[in-house]
């Protein structure tokens, strides 16, 4: 009989327990997907809990800001022939203290490994990261540890001024916990890796044409991350970043999630319906805007937004002039995806 109890109470621990999850290369991000993360000002009183099986609940974040991450095809995105190796690009629309910024991401995504290979914004272009960032191996699990080790340069230009920012990192990730996290968006199973990040930060400056070394800094960076094989997610839900006495400082999570396969079929015109006429003389009409997109974009080759007008309900043509001669992204935006292509202007 008491053979029979302990039974009984272990299945029921099993039964009631949180599963230890597996992510795999087919449980994240598509082509299409579209991710709003909220930034959370005032987090310090979340805590980043113990190892092993645990729950977190961070269902009062709020959200102070906002950042739109879409995942968009390689030819869809400036610099492409810079990363032939990129799979597919995270465009990070940012609201930087009202002023519109945004960041392109590139990334190999394979059935083994998930890694970044470097970014491009208007401020620096195309930045490499030598070899790559290791975001995670597939399959990844509790209890896994794996490294990164990489390298940056970014040289911003501006008038004759030049400088030059080396970056080398090693980031040693620990998946050391999992359980539920609590969101204000739901509730997901996941697991929790720890990074523990050593940093070198060296400034050069150009002059005539040697780069001059002007100081370095080292520093530790650590942080925590939390990723789940939720179908309806497919991405990381939630970032706490910590200082050297394990405080936390900063943060985001996942607060909605638009998926290609589920929310994007439902707009009333496909993705290739929209028609991006060149009239000439700097001008171009975009015509048959699905129903649905609320803002249209245009970019030029460095990312940087240089026109942007709203879409008001029932407008589905927009005409834009004065355009320089040069290459442009021009992409409309809805809630829940994107679509962009390229244009050049004569």
């Known amino acids: 009989m008491k053979s029979l109890k302990l039974l009984i109470l272990f299945l029921f621990v099993i039964s009631f327990s949180n599963a230890q999850i597996t992510i795999n290369s087919n449980d994240l991000i598509s082509i299409g997907d579209t991710l709003i993360q909220g930034e959370d000002d005032n987090i310090t009183s979340f805590l980043t809990g113990g190892t092993g099986e645990q729950t977190w609940d961070f269902s009062g974040m709020t959200t102070d800001s906002q950042d739109t991450l879409i995942f968009i095809a390689l030819a869809d995105a400036p610099f492409a022939s810079a ?3 990129a799979e597919l690009v995270l465009e990070i629309l ?18 083994g490994y998930l890694h970044i290979l470097g970014m491009s914004a208007a401020q620096y272009n195309a930045v490499h990261s030598y070899p790559y960032q290791n975001i995670m191996p597939f399959p990844v699990t509790y209890g896994d540890e794996f490294y990164s080790v990489y390298m940056s ?56 044409t040697d780069w001059i070394f002007v100081n370095s800094n080292e520093y530790p ?43 994007v079929k439902n707009i009333d015109k496909n993705f290739s319906d929209i028609i991006i006429l060149n009239i000439g003389n700097g001008e171009i ?13 245009i970019y030029d080759v460095s990312g940087k937004e240089i026109y942007s007008e709203s879409i008001y309900s029932g407008k589905d ?30």
């Open 317 to 346: 043509e927009i005409s834009v002039r004065h355009l320089i001669p040069g290459i442009y992204i021009v992409s409309v935006f809805s809630e829940k995806g994107k679509i962009a292509k390229k244009i050049v202007i004569d």
């Open 153 to 208: 340069l970014i040289k911003y230009y501006n008038g004759t001024d030049s400088i030059m920012h080396k970056q080398y990192a090693k980031d040693t990730v620990n998946v050391n916990a999992y359980g539920d996290v609590i969101l204000p968006s739901g509730t997901f199973n996941s697991l929790r890796f720890y990074h523990n990040v050593y940093r070198t930060d060296s400034i050069f400056i150009k002059t005539g």
């Open 221 to 263: 960076s650590d942080y925590y991350e939390w990723w789940t094989n939720d179908p309806t997610v497919k991405m990381k839900i939630a970032e706490l970043q910590t200082d050297e006495q394990g405080n936390v400082t900063g943060g985001n999570f996942m607060k909605n999630v638009f998926l290609h396969n589920t929310s």
């Open 83 to 85: 990363f032939p190796d």
């Open 94 to 111: 940012q609201d930087n203290n009202g002023t519109p910024d945004t960041m392109f991401m590139y990334i190999d995504h394979e059935p």
């Open 285 to 297: 009409a975009v015509k048959n805007i699905p129903k649905g997109y609320k803002r249209l974009c």
